[in-house]
C-alpha cells in the first residue's frame, strides 16, 4: 500500500476531491474498494506514457527526478540538488507548498538569463480540458508555495492536425498552450478549496455524499462498485437527468421498472415501457423496408483498429484509427450456407495496403455489404481512400454497398426488453439469440481488441503469446459478423410473425 503523509495531498489528488471528497477519502482509506483498472483506463495510461517520453525528446538534455512514488521529500530534495548543479531542464520536478499540496511537474524549465521557471504540464488528449486548469493551478499553488518563482504555466498536448510523412517529426506531434492567465485565476480556488480537503482527509469515516452525474465527470470514478451496488441493472440513472432525475428520486423510486406510467422519459419513454410489460417492441413494416433493400449476396463485414498517440504510419495522425483485421461472413441467397474470410496482420508493418487489397477482393463488387454502427466501417474506407488515393474508386463502391444494421435497431423497429435501452450489439446479440453472447470469449470488447493490436503492432508480443492473441482476436470479430447473421435472421423471424 502507498505511504502517504496525512497531512499533505498530492495534485492528483486535489483533483479526485474535487470530483467527489468520498473518493478521496475512500482513496486514501479504502483501497480495498478500487475497482481494478479495466482495458480502456490501461490504454490510456499507455498512451499517457509513451506521449510522456516523447515529450521529453522534445526538450532533450533535461535530466529526470528519479525517485520512488511514495517518497516525496526524497523527489523535492533531488529537485533542489538538480537545480543548484545548475541544470535548466528536469523532468518530473517536485514540489510541496506550505498549504500542503504537492506536486511534481513533466517539464521544468529554466527562463533563460533569469531566476525564474515555466512550468510545462505534458496530456496525451488534444484540446485544453477544464480539468487542465484545476491539474496545473493545483501544481502552480504547490510551486510558489515552495518558493519558485514562476513564469508561465504551459500545456503542452498531442497535436491532432499532424499527418505523419517519413520519421516521426518531434516539433509537430505536439502544441503548446500558454494557460498561465486562467491557471493563477484558478489557483485562488484551489487555495480556497484545499483546507476544506485536508479536513475531509483527518476524518475517521467517509464523508456522506450521495451517487450522481458527478461519478462520471470528468472521470469515471474507481469506486463505482461499491457505492452504486444498490442501484438495479436498469435504473433511473440510466433512463432521466436533470429536473426528472431529481423527480424520481424525491419519489424514493431506483428502479426503472417502477417508473409510473404517463411520466415521460421523452425518447426513452419506449424502452422502459418495454421494459417494464416485459414485451419486444415490433415494427414490421419499417423492418420490412429495411431489409427490402438488402441486396444478394450479403457481405457481414466487421473492422477491429487501433488509433496510437504516437502516429505510426505515413498518412495517419495523432488517435486517428487505421485497421488491422476484418472479419467477413457472405452469404449467396437467403438461409444459404456462410462462406468465412478474413483479414489479420500478425507483423509489425504497416497493415494498411495489405488490408484494403484484401478487402477489395474478397467484397467482390455486387450485394449489400451490412455493417453494425456501417458508419464506422465506412469512415475508415474514407480515410484509407484518402491515404492510397489509387484504391479510392473501390473503397467508395464498397461504401456506396453498405446497409447499416444498427438502424433498424437504434430506432426500435425492433426492440427487446432485456437491451436496458442499449443498441449495441452486445447488447442486441444476446436478448435475441440466448445463449449467443460475448461473455465467454477471451476477447470481450472492441478496446481490448485493439489494444491486442497494438501489440501486435509493437512487437510486443513472443511467439506463444502472439500465436494466442491471433486465435483471439479471430474469434472475437468472426463472433461479431455471426452475430450479424443471426440478426438478420431474427428481423426476418419477426416480419413473417
Ligand atoms: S462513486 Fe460517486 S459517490 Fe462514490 S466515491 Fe465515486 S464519485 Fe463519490
Partial sequence: MAKVISHNISKSQF????????????????????????????????????????????????????????????????????????????YEATARSPEGIYSKIDIFKKVKGKNEWDLIEVKGSTTLKDYHVWDMASQRLAFVGAGYKIRKSILMHVNNGYVRKGDLDIKQLFTFQDCTKEVIERQKHVEDILPDLLKVLKKGREPSVDIGSHCDN??????????????????????????????????????????PEGFSLGAKTLAVKSYQDNKVIVDAPTLKEWIQKLEYPLYYLDYETVG???????????????????????????????KHLEFLHTETTDPREGFIKSLIENCSEKGSVVAYNASFE????????????????????INNRMADLLNPFRSKAL????????????????????????????????????????????GDLEEDALNETIIKLKEYCSQDTLAMVKLIEVIYSYISK
Fill in 378 to 397: 465506412a469512415g475508415i474506407n474514407n480515410s484509407l481512400a484518402e491515404q492510397f488515393p489509387k484504391y479510392r474508386n473501390k473503397l467508395k463502391a
Fill in 415 to 458: 426492440y427487446h426488453p432485456k437491451q436496458m435501452g442499449s443498441a449495441s450489439i452486445k447488447a442486441v446479440l444476446p436478448s435475441f439469440v440466448p445463449g449467443m453472447s460475448y461473455d465467454n470469449l477471451n476477447v470481450t470488447d472492441g478496446q481490448e481488441a485493439s489494444r491486442l493490436g497494438s501489440l501486435i503492432l509493437e
Fill in 15 to 90: 483533483i479526485l476531491g474535487i470530483q467527489c471528497t468520498k473518493a478521496l477519502w475512500f482513496y486514501r482509506n479504502r483501497p480495498d474498494l478500487k475497482t481494478e483498472i479495466g482495458e480502456a483506463q490501461q490504454v490510456l495510461f499507455d498512451q499517457g506514457n509513451e506521449v510522456g517520453r516523447h515529450a521529453q525528446d522534445y526538450f532533450k538534455g533535461g535530466i529526470e527526478v528519479e525517485s520512488e512514488y511514495w517518497d516525496i521529500d526524497g523527489a523535492i530534495k533531488k529537485t533542489g540538488e538538480l537545480i543548484k548543479a545548475g541544470k535548466s531542464v528536469i
Fill in 308 to 338: 496510437p498517440a504516437i502516429p505510426k504510419f505515413d498518412g495517419t495522425s495523432p488517435y486517428k484509427q487505421f485497421p488491422f483485421q476484418y472479419s467477413l461472413h457472405i452469404q449467396k441467397i437467403k438461409g444459404s450456407k456462410l
Fill in 218 to 259: 470528468p472521470f469515471k470514478c474507481d469506486y463505482k462498485e461499491h457505492c452504486w451496488s444498490h442501484v438495479p441493472e436498469y435504473s433511473i440513472y440510466d433512463v432521466a437527468s436533470g429536473k426528472k432525475l431529481d423527480e424520481l428520486l424525491s419519489m424514493g423510486i431506483l428502479n426503472a421498472r417502477d417508473i
